[in-house]
């Protein structure tokens, strides 16, 4: 059992070294947005959970889910002019929102999901640890 383990973290290990290597290589895309404008979007994103989650549980499992493709549209979408707009949202949409970019993205939020609540051992909590976590702007 104890070799299991020990075999299974040196997979573990090796994967995400390999995923590393693999965003190194990545190009930089989008324009370079400001820390200010950045912090913004993610106050009215969590804003918006909140008003959401308190009208529905359910949303804060979702924005679980979609926080990292907000995120990666947040520093990627350049809003400068129309132009820029639609060329950033374009190059986005094909480097994140494609099934072999989402599945491992969502498999992580999924674990973590799994890992910080108890929707595994007492689904039947989770709506008041939901509102909970937006209520104390704490995400995941």
Do not use: H
């Not at 994103?45 to 549209?73: D, G």
């Not at 910080?116 to 209520?135: R, W």
Request: with cysteine.
């Amino acid at each position: 059992m104890e070799a299991e383990q020990q075999r299974l973290r040196q997979e573990i290990d090796s994967l995400n070294e390999m995923i590393s290597i693999c965003q190194d290589q990545l190009p930089a895309t989008g324009v370079t947005v400001s820390r200010q404008r950045a912090a913004e979007m993610q106050q009215m994103f969590e804003q918006y959970v909140q008003e959401q989650t308190s009208r529905n549980f359910k949303f804060w499992i979702f924005s679980v889910i979609i926080r990292p493709l907000f995120m990666t549209f947040n520093v990627s979408v350049s809003s400068a002019n129309m132009d820029e707009f639609c060329r950033t949202v374009l190059s986005w949409l094909e480097q994140n929102c494609s099934l072999p970019n989402l599945r491992p993205s969502v498999l992580e939020s999924l674990r973590e999901l799994s890992t910080t609540t108890s929707i595994l051992s007492d689904p039947g909590s989770l709506p008041e640890a939901a509102v909970g976590m937006v209520s104390a702007s704490r995400p995941l």
